[in-house]
Every structure is written in structure tokens, then in C-alpha cells.
């Protein structure tokens, strides 16, 4: 059976981590089995969705190396929906309900009161012919409720296992507004259906959901996919996250300089066995998840570990994944390679390298200077051109000329050179720095007074 999957945002905010996590679950499992990756739009909320949202997060998608197959609205399948709804009418599973919300309201208020679950009681299906022309007379419309089966649904989670549900613990869900509207629930098997998809992997905050919705692909006569829910991301403090709040949004930590793969390790290995670690790429990524070895615990968000990842991703990266960065800064000129390659191991980001390029080629700030030394070795300076063995062959003779040894040789020379205590191996800074503005800091240094 070929795999397909779907990830279905709603376009009401932009991406957040926790949205991130249910799409790459998807993503992972589609990959590791050559499935197909469906991103539907779930825009029937007129009000709340937006296209410049939609389109955002298509482009968060992007960034995190998400690539689907094909993309899907649900605004533009709205006769689906009807038509789907009518066979249900006909069939008797969707009935027509007049009760307005605070009536509805009342009821669950005295059933809490009564310490029965706050579950419709149905009083709609007792209506006849006569009391609905009495009540649209009134001016009342209809909402449409599904009527769920008596008993349990019961599925094999991907993620949980063996579930069951007591349906006379959930009301019939609405699923057609009374302006005529379908909802989410309803929509989504509609499309499930018939789009072919064969695994709904999603948070678990659907458990419910599922169970309502396995009736309804049963009503409309369609095999059910198979279901699996994750555990969510929740902040350190255990906040959830939202899209609407911006909190950890997939924009922010771009803006902020991670990497996508750094975000993506974070958004799918937190949570679970395996231990959130460095990737290169979503194929990787793909190869360590596993919804079976998926926590059932909230997953808890820790940013310092992504600062970390990000780290050993950066000191990685070969000089192509950073080019475009480097031009667009105006970083590295013709020297480009040769600078990432001896500043990555120093960055936590890549664009840490600007600073770095300021030290090569930009002016540093005078630093406590030891001029004896920085004399010394400004006397000993080998002829261009430098290469990465200039560094060992002139400390080599400075030492010699001078008697320091380790630190006590190498650490002025590195201040003079990059107004720096640490950083980048030298021996791969010097030809970088070269031979002029070589000289020219260590005249300087030379000239200081001796701090
Ligand atoms: N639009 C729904 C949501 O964002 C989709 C849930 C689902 O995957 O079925 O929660």
C-alpha cells in the first residue's frame, strides 16, 4: 500500500515548533516509506484565515526542507462537503438542531451540576415535521450534528497503542454551522477520504476527534486511515505553544539564526527515545524518528539545547550551505572558503562569522599589548606568499629568537593579531589576516606601552 500523509494547518498564524513537530512526524514517516506529503489548508474560517498566512507558513515548510507533493485548500473543495453532507442527511447520520449556544450552555451547566458529563442530550432528534416548521418559522436555522454510533471506537494508535473511546462520553459533534458553514471535523474526513490519505498523524489534543471521526468515514462507506497521536511540545514552564502568540515561531528562530535542521532535531527528538543530537538534513532526521518511540508525556522545549545542536550543525557546514549568507553581508570576498573554514568551529551561528570577518579584515581594537614580544615578531615576519604553514614556521623562529614558550608565545600574539584571547586555530587566520595588516598590528602592539 503506498503511504500518504497530510499535514493541515489551519492559515490563522504562522508556524510554531509545535506545529513544526506534527509536520515533520509526517514528513519523516512519509519519506522513510516513499509516501506522498499532501499540506492542506484547512481555510474554511472565512474570518480567521488569511492568504498571506497560508503562504507564510508554505515558506516555513520550505525552510525546513519540507517539499510537498501536493497542496490542497479547503475553501476550493466546499461542493465536497455538501455533497458529502447531503448523502449523510439521507442516510440519516447528520440531524437538523435549533438549540442556540446559551441554551446549549444551560444544559451542560446543569448536567456539571448534576455530575452528569456534559454530553447533548439529543433532544433534537425527538423533533417532528411540525416542530421544525415551528421553529424556522421563529426564525431558528439549523445546525447539523453527526450522530455517533452507541459503544466504543476503538483503534491500534501509531503512537499509543490500543485506544478506546466510550462514545456516550462525547456529543454528537456539529459539523454544519447554521450559516451553512461544514466544520473541521467533518471537512477533514471528507478530505481524508478522498484524497486517499492513509495516515492521519497529528497531536494528541485530536484523541477525541478521532474517535467521532472514525464514524464518519464509516458513514460515508470509506476506509479509515490509520491513526497516530503525538505528545505535544510545551514550553519550559509547560505552556503550550501558539501560533497566534508567535511563541517560538518558526519565523523568529530564523530570524534569530538557527538553522533549519537544528530546529527541525529539536522539534521531532524532543519527546522522545532518542536524544535530540545534530542532523544534516531531514533524511537524516528521517532515519532516527520513530512514532513508536515517541514519549506520552509533554514534550518539554529546552532553547538551550537548540542553541547547542545549532552549534555542532554550524561548525559543520561545508562553505555551499553558507555562500549566499556570506555575499548578501558582504563576508569573506574571494577568500571565502578558506575563512568559513577556519571561523565555522568558532560560531555558534553562522552569522557569528561576521564578527569574525571584522577581525580578518576589518580594524580591531587595541588590546593590553606585549611589545617586547610583538617587536620581536614583527622582525621575523616570513615573505608572502603565506600559507597554512607561515604560522608554525614563524612561531617556531620567534620562539627561538626570544625564548617564550606556549602560552607565554602565543597568547600576545594572538591579541595583536586579532584583538582576540581565543578564537579560530591562528595557523588558518594568518594567511587570512595577511601580510600587511600582519604588520600593521604588531607595529602597533610593538609601539604600545607594556601593559
Ligand atoms: N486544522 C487542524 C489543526 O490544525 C488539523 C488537525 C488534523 O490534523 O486533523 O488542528
Known amino acids: 500500500m503506498s503511504v500518504t500523509v497530510r499535514f493541515a494547518p489551519s492559515p490563522t498564524g504562522r508556524l510554531h515548533l509545535g506545529n513544526?513537530?506534527?509536520?515533520?512526524?509526517?514528513?519523516?514517516?512519509?519519506?522513510?516509506?516513499?509516501?506522498?506529503?499532501?499540506?492542506?489548508?484547512?481555510?474554511?474560517?472565512?474570518?480567521?484565515?488569511?492568504?498571506?498566512?497560508a503562504e507564510g507558513i508554505a515558506a516555513d515548510l520550505d525552510w525546513l526542507g519540507?517539499?510537498?507533493?501536493?497542496?490542497?485548500?479547503?475553501?476550493?473543495?466546499l461542493d465536497r462537503y455538501a455533497e458529502a453532507a447531503e448523502r449523510l442527511k439521507a442516510s440519516g447520520r447528520l440531524y437538523p438542531c435549533y438549540e442556540t449556544e446559551a441554551e446549549l450552555e444551560r444544559s451542560r451547566r446543569l448536567a456539571r451540576a448534576a455530575h452528569r458529563p456534559p454530553v447533548y442530550d439529543r433532544a433534537a432528534l425527538k423533533l417532528t415535521a411540525a416542530d421544525r416548521v415551528r421553529l424556522e418559522a421563529e426564525g431558528r436555522l439549523p445546525h447539523w450534528r453527526f450522530?455517533?454510533?452507541?459503544?466504543?471506537?476503538?483503534?491500534?494508535?501509531?503512537?499509543?497503542?490500543?485506544?478506546?473511546?466510550?462514545?456516550?462520553?462525547?456529543?454528537?459533534?456539529?459539523?454544519?454551522?447554521?450559516?451553512?458553514?461544514?466544520?473541521?471535523?467533518?471537512?477533514?474526513?471528507?478530505?481524508?477520504?478522498?484524497?486517499?490519505?492513509?495516515?492521519v498523524i497529528r497531536g494528541e489534543d485530536h484523541v477525541t476527534n478521532t474517535a467521532a471521526q472514525l464514524g464518519m468515514f464509516a458513514a460515508l462507506g470509506a476506509p479509515a486511515p490509520a491513526f497516530g497521536h503525538h505528545n505535544l511540545l510545551v514550553a519550559a514552564s509547560g505552556a503550550g505553544l501558539s501560533k497566534r502568540e508567535g511563541s517560538l515561531s518558526l519565523g523568529m528562530l530564523r530570524e534569530e539564526g538557527f538553522e533549519p535542521q537544528a530546529v527541525a532535531a529539536l522539534a521531532t527528538l524532543t519527546g522522545s527515545a532518542e536524544a535530540v543530537r545534530p542532523v544534516?538534513?531531514?533524511d537524516e532526521l528521517t532515519a532516527l524518528v520513530?512514532?513508536?518511540?515517541?514519549?506520552?508525556?509533554?514534550?518539554?522545549?529546552?532553547?538551550?539545547?537548540?542553541?547547542?545542536?545549532?552549534?555542532?550543525?554550524?561548525?559543520?557546514?561545508?562553505?555551499?550551505?553558507?555562500s549566499s549568507r556570506f555575499a548578501a553581508w558582504q563576508v569573506g570576498g574571494d577568500r571565502g572558503e578558506p575563512f568559513w573554514l577556519a571561523v565555522r568551529g568558532n560560531c555558534g551561528r553562522v552569522a557569528d562569522a561576521r564578527a569574525w570577518w571584522e577581525v580578518v579584515a576589518g580594524e580591531i581594537a587595541p588590546s593590553p599589548a606585549d611589545s617586547a614580544l610583538a617587536a620581536a615578531a614583527l622582525t621575523l615576519l616570513p615573505a608572502a606568499p603565506w600559507d597554512a604553514a607561515t604560522w608554525r614556521a614563524w612561531t617556531g623562529s620567534v620562539g627561538a629568537a626570544t625564548g617564550r614558550r606556549g602560552r607565554d608565545l602565543y597568547h600576545p600574539l594572538r591579541l595583536a593579531l586579532t584583538g582576540r584571547d581565543s578564537g579560530p586555530e591562528l595557523a588558518a587566520l594568518l594567511p587570512l589576516i595577511g601580510p600587511e595588516r600582519a604588520r600593521r598590528r604588531l607595529s602597533a602592539a610593538a609601539q604600545a606601552a607594556r601593559s
Open 66 to 77: 519540507i517539499r510537498p507533493d501536493a497542496v490542497v485548500r479547503q475553501s476550493q473543495r
Open 20 to 53: 513544526a513537530r506534527t509536520a515533520l512526524l509526517n514528513w519523516c514517516f512519509a519519506r522513510k516509506r516513499g509516501g506522498r506529503f499532501v499540506l492542506r489548508f484547512d481555510d474554511t474560517d472565512r474570518a480567521r484565515s488569511r492568504a498571506e498566512y
Open 290 to 322: 520513530d512514532l513508536a518511540r515517541l514519549s506520552r508525556a509533554p514534550a518539554h522545549i529546552d532553547e538551550a539545547e537548540l542553541a547547542g545542536v545549532n552549534a555542532k550543525i554550524v561548525h559543520e557546514l561545508p562553505f555551499a550551505a553558507v
Open 147 to 199: 450522530l455517533l454510533e452507541s459503544g466504543r471506537a476503538a483503534w491500534d494508535d501509531l503512537v499509543r497503542g490500543p485506544q478506546e473511546i466510550d462514545l456516550a462520553n462525547l456529543s454528537d459533534p456539529v459539523v454544519i454551522r447554521e450559516d451553512g458553514t461544514p466544520l473541521y471535523s467533518f471537512t477533514s474526513v471528507v478530505d481524508d477520504a478522498e484524497l486517499g490519505i492513509t495516515h
Open 280 to 282: 544534516a538534513d531531514l
